[in-house]
């Protein structure tokens, strides 16, 4: 079958009639999707190697690795360590050509089609679809809305819809109300201990679009920005969109590991990181760490972007200080959003940029014909000035503590001995961290079917290796449901297990490097 497959490549590859200028990484790409497409590629069909279709098919051995990855991210392959790749089974949505794409375009049309080809099967990936608003157990989007308040907010959107407020109906302030910048200035205050101006504060629809906004001010095309990996997939792909060079660095039990990042790309001029908790390991950025690089962002001139979300979540302890508090050199931008605590549709975002930078993005904010629904943010402010976050916070922290403490006795009562739960101090993440011998896609392909709705570790790294496990969302989802998704993992697990001992020897407690180097949460590990 693998000889089958690997003619069809050949045929593709040889008889492609693409321009010279498209990249091979791009014509391996398109070959393997047109194969899914036409049902020539199967799911469950396995592909081969990427150093043979290099050799038979006269491309660079880093362009197959490149297009694998490509469409590993997007769910179209499964790439398994020690038994090669896949067709993914099943397949995610398919994205349709356009039948006005089918006609004749041009050049200059080709070359932005060919360029943006590697990611059109992305949004499928990330989009929630609209049966799934309820998402499955334990998945890590399922945050926990049915804790929120929601008459409360009612009665205040209804508020700013009232007469008294018919002045809002026009153009928001492209900064964003300058009531709601004041509000977000004492929430920040309080709950991470930043202090800045309001001036600092712009107002925005979603982390990314912060993100896009930093990118247009401070860098230029080519320029590398550091992310962690693995982490959120959109992330790479924002970058790559917006002509910058995305790097990898890996987090181990110290948090992000600088060194890495200065090794492998040491002329970065941005770093975009969670120092708090990652997502999805939930390791905490130490305060070594985060001196060590506040060293480097003032030795290289480069800027970081200290990620704050679910922060107001600390289940262990006192947090440590944001990043932000100890910049003394005006280099650290804080992109922030509520959806996490309050609800995602909620599409409300700040970035605290350095005093010396406020107007410029803001003057950049203006020019982009950005602002944010302003109705939306009178409700926002009243939220926050009238006592009602910090009473929903309180009783979020309460309920998410009983959860991650649900979890943990779940993961020690139902899951087998070699299975460890990550860090789970902050936020309503976790990892569990399985041997390398139980492939995570298996037990997912397993939990899918009973509704459990986890991630598996191994599908969200971009250049780490050695992750396998599942990444969950606990903080939607009450201790009873907890309890039966972690069943339903053990079970999975133990089947798995035993199926691959019946199959061929198994491997003798050789667990994920990554894995090993991430501390276990307090009283998971058995």
Not at 79 to 88: E, P, T
Not at 134 to 159: G, I, K, S
Not at 425 to 433: F, K, P, S, T, Y
Request: hydrophobic fraction near 45%; proline fraction near 7%.
């Amino acid at each position: 079958m693998v000889k089958q497959v690997a003619g069809v490549f050949i045929q593709s590859l040889r008889g492609d009639d693409a321009p010279a200028s498209v990249a091979q990484r791009v014509r391996v790409y398109r070959t393997v999707l047109d194969g899914v497409r036409s049902g020539t590629l199967r799911p469950g069909t396995r592909l081969p190697s990427a150093r043979r279709l290099a050799a038979d098919c006269a491309v660079s051995r880093g362009a197959v690795d490149e297009a694998f990855e490509q469409l590993k991210s997007e769910g179209f392959i499964e790439r398994r360590v020690g038994d090669g790749s896949y067709v993914a089974d099943p397949l995610p949505v398919l994205v349709k050509p356009s039948p006005a794409l089918e006609r004749p375009i041009s050049a200059a049309a080709q070359r932005v089609i060919e360029r943006f080809a590697p990611h059109l099967g992305q949004w499928s990936r990330l989009e929630v679809p609209t049966e799934l608003f309820a998402l499955p157990a334990l998945h890590p989007r399922n945050v926990p809305t049915q804790d929120f308040p929601l008459d409360t907010w009612r009665r205040l959107m209804q508020r700013a819809w009232s007469e008294p407020y018919r002045k809002h109906l026009n153009y928001g302030p492209s900064a964003g109300l300058p009531s709601l910048r004041e509000s977000i200035v004492r929430h920040l205050a309080l709950t991470r201990g930043v202090h800045c101006s309001a001036r600092q504060v712009l107002i925005l629809n979603s982390p990314m679009q912060a993100l896009e906004l930093i990118a247009r001010v401070l860098l230029e095309p080519g320029d590398k920005v550091w992310l962690e990996d693995p982490g959120h997939a959109s992330l790479p792909v924002l970058f790559d969109v917006l002509h910058a060079k995305a790097v990898g660095v890996p987090c181990d039990e110290l948090g992000f590991d600088v060194a890495h990042g200065r090794a492998h790309a040491p002329d970065a001029r941005a770093v975009y990181l969670h120092p708090l908790g990652q997502y999805p390991l939930g390791v905490r950025t130490s305060r070594e760490r985060g001196a060590e690089l506040l060293a480097w962002a003032e030795r290289q001139g480069s800027w970081i972007l200290e990620g704050n979300y679910n922060t107001e979540l600390v289940h262990d302890g006192v947090p440590p200080p944001a990043l932000h508090t100890q910049d003394r050199h005006g280099c650290v931008l804080l992109v922030g959003t509520f959806e996490g605590v309050l609800f995602p549709s909620l599409r409300i975002a700040y970035l605290v940029v350095p005093e010396h930078l406020a107007d410029t993005f803001t003057a950049m904010r203006g020019l982009l014909g950005e602002h944010a629904h302003v109705a939306t943010q009178l409700a926002l402010t009243a939220f926050i000035d009238e006592g009602h976050m910090s009473a929903h916070l309180h009783e979020l922290r309460q309920r998410c503590r009983a959860r991650r403490a649900a979890l943990q006795q779940a993961v020690a009562h139902h899951l087998p001995h070699w299975a460890t739960l990550g860090p789970t101090a902050e936020g309503v993440h976790a990892a569990l961290h399985f041997p390398a011998e139980v492939p995570d896609v298996d037990v997912f392909r397993l939990i899918r079917k009973q509704g459990v709705g986890a991630t598996p570790l191994s599908t969200i790294c971009w250049h780490a290796r050695g992750l396998n496990g599942l990444a969950l969302g606990y903080g939607g989802a009450d201790e009873a449901i907890i309890d039966g998704a972690l069943r339903v993992i053990g079970q999975a697990l133990r089947n798995v297990r035993a199926g691959l001992a019946v199959s061929k020897p198994a491997a003798t407690g050789q667990c994920a490097p990554a894995a090993a180097a991430v501390p276990s949460a307090s009283g998971a590990s058995r």
